[in-house]
Nanobody
Framework: QVQVVESGGGLVQPGGSLRLSCAVS????????MGWYRQAPGKQRELVAA???????NYADSVKGRFTISRDNAKNMMYLQMNSLKPEDTAVYYC?????????WGQGTQVTVSS
């Protein structure tokens, strides 16, 4: 059994910052690719950023230069530092951890950017 839990969401003003965390626990041998996704109301879930176990990263064009993804393999943790937040970043943010070729999703954490 694998558990994936996101935290760190909240309400922030435009231009502000938040740091999301993703904790993976349970029957884990190793975690492969990890990613942050988001889903805004009425829209499809989209990839925000992804990171390999070796640290290679990939970002959606809309967040490049503002968001930074990182992970701590020893702690089975992943992070998303979000700076210069915009109202259009408002969404539920989900963590995905690929374990043995299968995706494992968390329940999501709400991020709201509003004045």
């Amino acid at each position: 059994q694998v558990q994936v839990v996101e935290s760190g969401g909240g309400l922030v003003q435009p231009g502000g910052s938040l740091r999301l965390s993703c904790a993976v626990s349970g029957s884990i041998f190793s975690i492969g690719l990890m990613g942050w996704y988001r889903q805004a109301p009425g829209k499809q879930r989209e990839l925000v950023a992804a990171i390999t176990s070796g640290g290679s990263t990939n970002y959606a064009d809309s967040v490049k230069g503002r968001f930074t993804i990182s992970r701590d393999n020893a702690k089975n943790m992943m992070y998303l530092q979000m700076n210069s937040l915009k109202p259009e970043d408002t969404a539920v943010y989900y963590c995905d951890a690929n374990i043995r070729g299968l995706p494992h999703w968390g329940q999501g954490t709400q991020v709201t950017v509003s004045s």
